[in-house]
């Protein structure tokens, strides 16, 4: 059984640079009952989490380790308000948004998450859990979120589905065969300097493993690359005209795996 405590306890063991206070994630849609009763357990579970990590000794392997807390509410702002207040109370070095991306239409996911990162401290972290594609990434910075994760780069790179600023491709085609192209011609990571698609296809189509570690290395230099930008739009503030700009080489949306 995974209570509050043994997940503080196993991601002590872990030494994650960031670990995660156990929440309660609804379905979407949810009911505002079932919405609220998440919020309060995650709340309960939050305040226990925060007692654990407050008597026990700091993790081994990372003394550095720090633990956020993670809002929930689902898609009712009054109760992602107070949920986020009875958090910040509570004060954790950081705030995720949980319960999003779990279905919901991506404008819906904005509203949520713009809203509920406006309740939390400017001076933490804000993480908004499971998202996203790379033409959303600017969506959420734009809402006021500083930290994202989600599988998408590297489940895609494993199925040899692999993001350029031209648009997605998919490796194994037949198009590849011959291609002596990297990946992306734009792009710097060592795989794009070193490989062309013609080898990486070979790769997939031989289901040797080397295919998925050089195909996950560069949708995540991609991803990393994406949000570098950003942090550099941001510094000379024109994060307005770069947006135009992301949506071309991010290929309009097209991506196959939710
Ligand atoms: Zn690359």
């Not at 689902?74 to 948004?97: K, S």
């Not at 919901?104 to 509203?111: R, T």
């Not at 024109?238 to 991506?255: D, I, T």
Request: charged share 25%.
């Amino acid at each position: 059984m995974l209570t509050p405590e043994k997940a503080i306890e196993v991601q002590r063991a872990l030494g994650s640079d960031i670990g995660m206070a156990l929440d309660e994630c609804i379905e979407y849609p949810g009911t505002r009952e079932r919405a609220a009763s998440a919020a309060g357990r995650t709340l309960a579970w939050a305040r226990r989490s925060k007692k654990e990590i407050e008597t026990r000794a700091p993790s081994d392997t990372n003394p550095q380790q720090v633990f956020f807390a993670i809002v929930q509410g689902g898609t009712f702002q009054d109760l992602r308000r107070e949920n986020a207040a009875e958090l910040v109370a509570l004060d954790f070095p950081g705030y995720a948004i949980g319960g999003l991306a779990v279905g919901e239409p991506h404008e819906l996911s904005c509203e949520i998450a713009g809203e509920t990162a406006a309740c939390l401290p400017p001076d933490r972290p804000r993480y908004l859990m499971g998202v996203g594609k790379p033409e959303q990434l600017l969506d959420y910075v734009r809402c006021g979120i500083d930290m994202m994760d989600c599988v998408l780069p590297t489940r895609n790179a494993r199925n040899g589905y692999l993001y350029t600023r031209r648009g997605p491709l998919h490796i194994k085609n037949a198009e590849f065969i011959d291609d002596p192209r990297p990946i992306d011609e734009t792009c710097a990571c060592v795989v794009c300097r070193r490989y062309s698609r013609a080898y990486l296809c070979h790769l997939f189509r031989a289901n040797e493993i080397l295919g998925a570690i050089l195909n996950t290395h560069h949708n995540l230099y991609f991803f990393l690359d994406i949000m570098k930008a950003i942090r550099e739009a941001i510094a000379f503030g024109n994060l307005s005209r770069f947006s135009s700009e992301l949506q071309a080489r991010s290929g309009s949306g097209s991506s196959i795996v939710e």
